[in-house]
Structures are given as structure tokens and as C-alpha cells.
């Protein structure tokens, strides 16, 4: 039996969830306080109510860079990413965070001695935070993933993985490397996200601001623990001291939805749910290709195939492996069509945290600073086709021309032997 039952078959914003009533416009009820919750955190205890932060337009990221260590945050040509002491530098300035993190006493070398019971507290509300921004990927960056492929992103490359955040062009986007073709194939599949635009600038301000500082804290409150210490160097997400797993985000997302929905979602729950409404709602491509055997670009980016999704979420795998500039920004626009349809402000505009919140999203529309429209159920279908026909039409031109000019010298040359042959035959009388 379905989980899942329609109670408002017109628009298809109510449904029952395993006989809880839940309501679309309550999920942008979930969206809005997990900002709030976020910034909250972000400028009280995480940042501790200092004035610090890193401007976010035109960074740069070579998406071929697979040097160890690389990230856009270690590009040269990001000149704002340069001082990774910014946290730590206004500790030493403030008097009370001075004090509350540096005893009066030194070590033997003369060097001052830390608090380890203060920047464990700190850590311990830094991963508060941290699990906030796992969720908020979770929920509101387009096709839901699996935990497993999210909690262990590393936002810089390392020798045994490729970084799973990118900037293309003005979207922070995520990439989980996991579909389930990829164990068939042995090769990983590349599924990109947009993050939201209050997301994105957090999760740059925390990397370019506050990790520097959670390093030094890993370093003094677990000298001896390497693992730790790698973790805070280069995973996306950490909680405290492991990385998140799971059933502790699904802990946290039924948290965080038991507030205003009818009951707690937790990630397999959510997968059912968001699936649904988004099929409904803002379908994307799915509307152009209707039958099971043909993937679409939310069903990829949800890590099933469409076959999967019409049998159990909301109710041929083909291979990608690295998207090209053509079939990525329909993988952004997944995303984004989710965040526009929940009225929050979508990824790839850059904008200040303070600026992007989902208060702000109907004055952001309404002076056409972001996008309002996403692809409703037969709603700029046309539109669509048209725009990909127009590409397969320029990319059928072009390989129409090669062959022709591959084959002129050919048909020239056997023209020349035709003439000749006919040249060289005896002339009736």
C-alpha cells in the first residue's frame, strides 16, 4: 500500500504521509527557521558576536584542479581567502574572548596556554551549527540524497578523494559522487546540487572564517588524535569530533520538521515527501521523458533511476560521468526550481546571508534581483523542447558539416577517376 495519499488533487499542495496531514506551504514554515537557526548560531556562537566576514562574488575554481589540497579557497586568484587568521586574530584583540579562551599561564617555551575547556564548548557548538548546514543541503538543494553521500563530502581534494564542493560560475554547488550504476560501472557518477542562497554564503563564511580557527582548536584539545585533525582539515561537515552519520541527521531533520509539520521527517521519510510534492509541483524534465526505462535529471539527482522513483519515492541507468556545460545548469536549475518553488532565495546569485533570507525573497522578486518562475506540471514545456532541440539542432549542423566536408574530397576524387576512366576508353567511329 502507498504511503503516500492526495487529499488535494487540484494543485497537489496537502497530502496524507502515512495518515499525517502535511501541507507544501508548511515546508516553507521549515526552510525559513532553519535559516533563523543557522544565522543564529552562526553569529552568536560560532562567531561569538564579532564583525567578520569575506566578500563572496567572482570566485574563481579551476573545476579540473585535482591537486591534493586544492579547493577555491586555496586559489590564488580568490585574494579574499588569503588570511585564514581572521577568527583567531579578534580573539587576541577581544578582551573577554581573550579571556575566556587564553589562561594567564604559559608553557615552558613562554607560549600562552588555551582554555581546551572553552574551545571544546566551542566545537561542540560550531557542530551545531555544521549539522545545521548538512540538513539545510538535505532538504533544500533540489532531489534529496542519501546521508551516506553527503555527511563524508570534503570540500578539498585529498589523495584518496575528489572534493565534493564546487563554485560554477555564481552557483556553490555540491557534488555527490555516488549513483547506484557506479557499482555496476566502477566508475563514479557525478551528481551536481545548487545550494541555496543563504546556504552557500554561510558555508563560505565558515570555511573562509571559522574552520581555520576550529583547526587550531582540534589541534589543541586532541594533539594526539590525527584523525580528528584530518577531519577538520578537509571534510564539509563535522560533528565535534566524527563526521555526521545518518541516523543522526535524520535525527536532527525530524527535529527540525516535528516543529511545524504535523510529524517528524526523518531522511528516508523526507525522500518520500519532497519526492512527491516535486513531481507535482516542479517536475522539471520529467514531463519530457515519460517512460520508466528514461532517466531524468531529478531522478539522477535524487541517486535512482526513474524506474526506482515511480515505484517507491512519491510515488536503463544511464551513465554520468561528469556533466558537460551543456547538461549541468539543467542539474542547477533542479535545484533551484525546488528552492524558488518553496519561496526561499535560490543559489547562484551571490548574495550576503543577510540579504538572501526568506523574508527578504518577495522584495528580491519584486525588484527582479532573482527568479520567480520554475517548471510547473505542462507549464513551459514548449519552451523546453525548443531550447533543446535548438542544441541538438547547432550539435547536428555541426557534425552534418565534418561529414560533408570528410566526404568532398572523396566524392572529388572519384570524380577525377570517373573522367579519367571514361578519357581513357577508345572512341567509337
Known amino acids: 500500500m502507498p504511503r503516500i495519499v492526495w487529499t488535494d488533487h487540484e494543485n497537489y499542495h496537502t497530502m496524507r504521509y502515512l495518515g499525517n496531514v502535511i501541507e507544501f506551504s508548511e515546508i516553507h514554515n521549515v526552510f525559513e527557521q532553519m535559516e533563523k537557526d543557522a544565522i543564529c548560531l552562526w553569529e552568536t556562537q560560532v562567531l561569538m558576536n564579532c564583525k567578520l566576514s569575506v566578500k563572496t562574488q567572482n570566485i574563481c575554481d579551476d573545476l579540473t584542479n585535482s591537486t591534493v589540497g586544492y579547493s577555491f579557497l586555496t586559489d590564488p586568484r580568490n585574494t579574499q581567502f588569503q588570511s585564514r587568521d581572521l577568527l583567531f586574530s579578534e580573539i587576541f584583540r577581544n578582551d573577554a574572548l581573550r579571556k575566556q579562551f587564553i589562561t594567564d599561564r604559559t608553557d615552558s617555551d613562554g607560549r600562552p596556554i588555551w582554555n581546551t575547556q572553552a574551545l571544546q564548548r566551542w566545537l561542540f557548538n560550531y557542530s551545531k551549527f555544521e549539522g545545521l548546514l548538512l540538513a539545510s543541503i538535505e532538504m ?16 578539498k581534494n585529498t589523495r584518496t578523494r575528489i572534493r565534493g564542493l564546487y563554485m560554477m560560475g555564481n552557483h556553490l554547488a555540491i557534488l555527490r559522487q ?36 576550529a583547526e587550531i582548536a582540534a589541534y589543541l584539545c586532541y594533539p594526539d ?10 571534510c564539509l561537515f563535522i560533528n565535534n569530533k566524527e563526521l555526521f552519520t545518518t541516523t543522526g541527521l535524520t535525527n536532527m531533520m525530524k527535529t527540525l520538521t516535528r516543529k511545524h509539520l504535523s510529524v517528524g521527517l526523518g531522511v528516508n521519510d523526507w525522500r518520500h515527501v519532497s519526492t512527491a510534492f516535486r513531481r507535482k509541483i516542479c517536475p522539471g524534465l520529467d514531463e519530457l521523458t515519460e517512460e520508466d526505462e528514461d532517466n531524468t535529471v531529478d531522478a539522477l539527482q535524487a541517486g535512482h533511476s526513474r524506474d526506482t522513483e515511480n515505484r517507491i519515492y512519491g510515488i536503463s541507468t544511464d551513465r554520468l560521468s561528469g556533466p558537460g556545460e551543456d547538461v549541468l545548469p539543467l542539474f542547477l536549475n533542479v535545484s533551484t526550481d525546488w528552492q524558488v518553488a518553496n519561496r526561499i532565495t535560490p543559489g547562484g546569485y551571490c548574495l550576503r546571508y543577510q540579504d538572501a533570507i526568506a523574508e527578504k525573497y518577495p522584495a528580491l522578486v519584486k525588484e527582479n534581483v532573482v ?25 547536428l549542423a555541426v557534425q552534418v558539416t565534418e561529414v560533408v566536408n570528410s566526404l568532398i574530397p572523396k566524392l572529388q576524387q572519384i570524380v577525377v577517376d570517373a573522367l579519367k576512366s571514361e578519357q581513357s576508353k577508345p572512341k567509337r567511329k
Request: aromatic share 6%.
Open 371 to 395: 527568479k520567480s518562475e520554475f517548471i510547473r506540471p505542462r507549464g513551459h514545456t514548449q519552451d523546453i523542447v525548443n531550447k533543446i532541440s535548438k542544441i541538438l539542432d547547432e550539435k
Open 178 to 213: 555516488y549513483h547506484k550504476s557506479s557499482s555496476i560501472s566502477g566508475v563514479d557518477k557525478v551528481i551536481p546540487h545548487s545550494v541555496d542562497a543563504v546556504t552557500s554564503d554561510l558555508i563560505i563564511q565558515n570555511l573562509a572564517i571559522a574552520r581555520p580557527f
Open 225 to 234: 588524535n590525527n584523525d580528528v585533525q584530518g577531519r577538520y582539515n578537509s
Open 140 to 155: 533544500k538543494a533540489g532531489s534529496p540524497g542519501r546521508g551516506t553521500e553527503i555527511t563524508c563530502l570534503e570540500y
